[in-house]
């Protein structure tokens, strides 16, 4: 059963940046590409980058120059170096595997790190 624990999230003012690390357990996940989701209050998780296992990624537009998906698959992590925040990043952010859909549907989500930016 994979496991997976996400971390680094905090509250950080308009402009600011965050680096978020998912770590996952129970499996090597070097073979899979993994994404970056996140919901924000009651809507559905969408995504915001994906990366492939040789390193492809694919962000959001609402992303896009701000925002850099990494991975280090000796260490089974994927990180979301994410800059320039602005308050509508405000949500909790998950990873999970990625199927290139915008919308996942996974019935495995780790606890997921919240991130809080304040004008």
């Known amino acids: 059963q994979i496991q997976v624990v996400e971390s680094g999230g905090g509250v950080v003012q308009s402009g600011g940046s965050l680096r978020l690390s998912c770590n996952f357990s129970g499996s090597a996940v070097s073979t899979r590409s993994i994404a970056w989701y996140r919901q924000i209050s009651a809507n559905p998780r969408g995504l915001v980058a994906g990366i492939t296992p040789r390193g492809l990624t694919n962000y959001a537009d609402a992303v896009k120059g701000r925002f850099t998906i990494s991975r280090d698959n000796s260490k089974n992590m994927v990180s979301l170096q994410m800059d320039d925040l602005k308050p509508e990043d405000s949500a909790v952010y998950y990873c999970?595997?990625?199927?290139?859909?915008?919308?996942?549907?996974?019935?495995?989500w780790g606890q997921g790190t919240q991130v809080t930016v304040s004008s």
């Open positions: 999970n595997y990625y199927s290139g859909s915008f919308y996942p549907n996974y019935d495995y």
